[in-house]
């Protein structure tokens, strides 16, 4: 069965960095597309950052670019988002989305989540 | 703001039909992308209810439907029943920001 599980989520103080991880299964982690959507306390899903499957582009919201990166390793079956100069409107749930359809697609799959919260 | 637009919340007693719209512009469901809906039950990730407008995924009973016409989208759930109450949000992909985006999310309560 496809299995998403994220983690790396702790507390980090206003400019701080953070790496996060998904750990992908069940499924041929080299032929999709792969998410990450946050969603802040008490608030709506927000896309923050897509991957194309070997990797080659990259897409970001506006609100991380130039501070957050996201990146793969399809040997490790493995999606990361590594988030530099962190603010306190980061802190959300971080979910992992797998796509149909490529980039411009649906999300079929979730993980469950890893909690980020910026704050001194 | 949300690129997508939904109402904060509607309301349904058991049994009726009630209906939740999404409204985007010319970058996005007005340039013919797809529109794409889930639902998001408290403390879980949000789970995949339609797909491209109007295609259910296996296991979603047909009581749920998606259409789309122009810049607009709409979910409708008939025969509400207590276990509907969740969030809802819309999605689509915008071309001018090159990415996905999502409505702001809509919150059904089952009276």
């Known amino acids: 069965q496809v299995q998403l599980v994220e983690s790396g989520g702790n507390v980090v103080q206003p400019g701080g960095s953070l790496r996060l991880s998904c750990a992908a299964s069940g499924f041929t982690f080299s032929s999709f597309v792969i998410h990450w959507v946050r969603q802040g306390p008490g608030k709506g899903l927000e896309w923050v950052a897509a991957i194309w499957y070997d990797g080659t582009k990259k897409y970001y919201a506006d609100s991380v670019k130039g501070r957050f990166t996201i990146s793969r390793d399809n040997s490790k079956n493995t999606l990361y988002l590594q988030m530099n100069s962190l603010r306190a409107e980061d802190t959300a749930v971080y979910y992992c989305a797998r796509s149909q359809r490529g980039h411009s697609g649906y999300f079929d799959y979730w993980g469950q989540g890893t909690l980020v919260t910026v704050s001194s | 703001q949300s690129v997508l637009t939904q109402p904060p919340s509607v309301s349904g007693a058991p049994g009726q039909r009630v209906t939740i719209s999404c409204t985007g512009s010319s970058s996005n469901i007005g340039a013919g992308y797809d529109v794409h809906w889930y639902q998001q039950l408290p403390g879980t990730p949000p789970k995949l209810l339609i797909y491209?407008?109007?295609n259910r995924p296996s296991g979603v009973p047909d009581r749920f439907s998606g259409s789309k016409s122009g810049t607009s989208a709409s979910l409708a759930i008939t025969g509400l029943q207590a276990e509907d109450e969740a969030d809802y949000y819309c999605q689509s992909y915008d071309s001018s920001l090159s990415g996905s985006v999502f409505g702001g999310g809509t919150k059904l309560t089952v009276l």
């Open positions: 491209a407008n109007n």
